[in-house]
Nanobody, 119 residues
């Protein structure tokens, strides 16, 4: 049974930083992993992803500010978020398998963690 457990969300002022963590059990993060977010009234969107080959993807809105990484030995992956903006506010979900690109195809989701950025 696969389980993804997130931590690290919270409230921060604009220009601040947060690091999200996602611990995986039952799924090897040597395969693809990703982070998605969903703002109220909007669709869930891919923020960043990392393939098993080490290729990364970032949404244009977060390029240069967010970094996805992982620690294979801990079966944990991360999203470092710097220079946060109010428009980054939303529920953030870690994701695994299913290609890690399209929210409709993701096989496994974390429970979500709220990120709130105030101006």
């Amino acid at each position: 049974q696969v389980r993804l457990v997130e931590s690290g969300g919270g409230s921060v002022q604009a220009a601040g930083s947060l690091r999200l963590s996602c611990v995986s059990s039952g799924y090897s993060i040597r395969n693809c992993v990703g982070w998605f977010r969903q703002a109220p009234g909007k669709e869930r969107e891919r923020v960043a992803s990392l393939t098993g080959y080490g290729d990364t993807y970032y949404a244009d809105s977060v390029k240069g500010r967010f970094t996805i990484s992982k620690a294979d030995a801990k079966n944990t992956f991360y999203l470092q978020m710097n220079s946060l903006k109010p428009e980054d506010t939303g529920m953030y979900y870690c994701a695994a398998d299913g290609g890690c690109t399209d929210a409709q195809l993701i096989d496994y989701w974390g429970q979500g963690t709220q990120v709130t950025v105030s101006s």
